[in-house]
DNA sequence: CTCTCCCTT
């Protein structure tokens, strides 16, 4: 049986292959049948396809006729050709009928991938043309949407994102013989992984034969790439174009006025060739980089009184019935005003010459700043070669660049392939769930920089769909299932969880094809008018839904070309809104296969902005002032002023897009809740801890939180417990200002206790004056640290700790005297600087303060307003026992020169005087006096001392309060205050 | 106060 294979249809004997392989070489009874089934199945088709072969014919005209020899032979011989050829060659469509007549596509497919689907279809269609077929028979093309291949087919036309998404079900790609890849030298993304893809499937595939066609620019490196594989160069049935170097004169400043003037000096050279050869006007194409540009120019050009001339714009935007009048026949001549479309894309019709500025917009994403620009830059020499090959399709041509030829040889020659210059999430993700390895090393043409790579995975992180070791995740599978870019598909997949996967599919869908909303130039204003009625003002994405909807509900109740009148009437694009159809549906089929859950009730707000905000975490901004916003990483941003969200300007946004062009734009946008943003970016925000500080009410260490977004802060202060944070600090805290500040109401006994003998011990320095008797507040907190385990942070914590001590681990808690005092205490203390003074049975309560700068520094006499009057106004003069040797040194002291140089030294005569005193109602002064007197001699008058002139704390305060309790009146003149 | 162009499980 394994011999007959060879003349088996391939997907079916790789099919037997595979089950030999697994039943280790010893299928069983039934196996052997069914393989018997595949083999007879496979070997008819094998036989129906050879049937059918008829020998392809090659018209004479096309030059690549000339070589059909040559490169059958190549083909025969090599696993890979490389052929170069410029347009008009023939190369697209005669490359597969050689493959044919060569005996391809008979076991095999022939695969054919273009870059765009237009291009698939129309080829398919040519080709099978040529054979005298309609598609669908021998040829058959499958775009996204649409698949015309069957049983009969040899050939199979398709977009080359086709053949790379049946990579994930056909590794090997069994069901082809032949592939060929087409326009390889626009190195699209999809081009280069797949040139990397199959350079590494080559040597497993051995009978698979490769054909890379290109423009003749690259080839080398093709050939290079696929181990020197052999180049045949096919020449284009082109004529030759004269390239007329016409640099811009003037100021460099304004650009628009310099192309303008440029592309009027042009015509004028056009005119004077035509005058001079005796030729009619011809077309004319002219490069601009933007819409902008055009519109600017074409109006210059309307009124430049140009003859018999018809200007048309051109560019992807366009509605397809303004794009359709290049193709529309005219009279006199036509200058088209065209962007990039018109280098690829599209081809202008009867264009004699080309007018190329040399600039266009060119993506580029920075990685730095994860910002797609759009910068306008000069193109390269293979883009500016082929804008003027666009001329020499009919008959030769002129090319007029707008530059000089230096500037010209010194382009890059090649635009970087859009592997260099894009995010690669997508790329990244669908590689690693494919199973095809590390992409640092997959075999690309130009691998993509380190940097660029950990800007993909960071993004794959962010959305989850890789960990933080950037494996994948089960959410990363289920979205690589999806044919959307990773964001997107991060949205549909949580918009299920949220219950709003039905609108979330609509916008996603929305978001995936071209803006629908048609706006002519002409008709500005009334396409405003009929889009006024979706426009929200909060969220660009539920103007997206309100379009779905209209169009959904006319749809249902029309016909095909009622509705048609419909969208034009409302200015959307029908082919567009189809578009937005097919895509949802073909997304809603998927979403079933992937269980996700459609809500029945319509979605709020808010379930429908968490899922878009969970796609989109890197494009959040918050409003500055009036226009401005500021986004994650520190980007300033505007909202694009065709947002309806742009006139409310709401406080938090989220765009789908931020693009630089003339400024940096948030495109698409929507308000949302800086609320939302945490729970959804819990694994990308970062957390910052501050002021931890005690709260006696909460009795917990308390601090704040900022949350930040990228840079951005979600949350600026929020108060939160510390204990999660830092219970060191905590603890620390607690016992700091709890324990030892005493800032914390306790019920543990020893707290009161010790309580209560600190608070004695700084009485007595209040009443000493003296600051040296309370040990250091770090010793304090040495006796807790020692005794309090490391996890009672707070007073929670602390008071079911000690309710389970022993009594005497709660002695062990009780501060003594030796673990506070520096020194011991004075015995007499309680004598010196007594509580009260008592006088005649009435006990007048003192307090004591020691600070120098406080009104109440020294002792405090308080006394009811009602015993003002019995108030021994003398006996205060006297203090405290304790006070009263300073003041009567001060009031010696204090004594004119003469005098007091009779009592040197000053505390010896003192201390002698005061033997004989004893505290009493008369004026400590004279009392004194009169002691000196008896000592020396001297006679002191009554007004030598000192008396205001005296420290406060020398001087009794007298505090007088109400029945109450309440201070009225407070003072150190005690007979001025009994007398008021 | 306004933006090049394509492609898909």
Redesign the pocket.
Known sequence: MMEQLDACNQLEAARIHKLVARKKGRPGQKDLEKMAQWLDRGQARVTERQAMHKPATFPASLPVSERVDDIREAIEQNQVVIIAGETGSGKTTQIPKICMNSGRGIRGLIGHTQ????AARTVAGRIAEELGEQTGGQVGYQ??FTDTTSDQSRVKVM????L??EV?HDRFLDRYDTLIIDEAHER?L?IDFLMGYLRQLLPKRPDLKVIITSATIEVERFSQFFNGAPVIEVSGRTYPVDVRYRSLTGDEDDRDQGWTDGVLRAMEEIEQHERAEKQPPGDVLVFL????EIRSLSKVLRHADLRHTEVLPL???LSNQEQNRIFQGHRGRRIVLS???AET??TVPGIRYVIDTGV????RYSVRSKI?R?PIEPVSQASANQRAGRCGRVAPGICFRLYDETDFINRPEYTDPEILRTNLA?VIL?MTTSGLGDIRHFPFLEPPDRRLINDGYKLLEELGAVDDKRRVTNLGRTM??????PRLARMLVISSEQGSLAETLVIIAGL?VQDPRERPQDKQQAADQAHAPFNDKESDFLTLLNIWNFYEEQRQELSQNQLKKVCQKSFLSWMRMREWRDIHR?LTL?CREQKLKLNRDSASYESLHKAILAGLLGQVAVKLEK?EYLATRNRKVMI???SKVSKTGPKWIVAAEI?E???V?A?VVAKIEPEWIEPLAGHVVKHHFFEPHWEQKRAQVMGYEKVSLYGLDIIAKRRIPYSKVDPAECRNLFIRRALVEGDYQSRAPFIARNRELLDTVENLERKTRRRDLLVEDEVLVAFYEQRLPADIVSGRHFESWWKQLSADQLRDMELTEADILQRPVDEQADSLYPDYLEWEGVRYPLSYEFEPTSERDGVTLQAPVMALKQLPARRLEWLVPGLLREKCIALVKGLPKALRRNFVPVPDFVDAALENLQASNEPLALQLGEQLRRMTGVRIDADAWPQEDLPKHLRMNLRVVDDAGKPIAEGRETEKLQSE
Do not use: C, H, M, W
Request: without cysteine; aromatic residues 6%.
């Open positions: 870059p765009r689907r237009i775009v996204r977009t080359d994102g086709i790379l998404s994930q699209s999809n980089p933007g819409e902008r560019y992807s935007r962007t990039n479309v894309s599209l266009a917009r060119i993506s797609q759009l997508s669908q690589a299932r999806l044919p959307l870019d995936s073909q998927i226009k694009f002023p065709g693009v062009t003339s400024r734009f495109r």
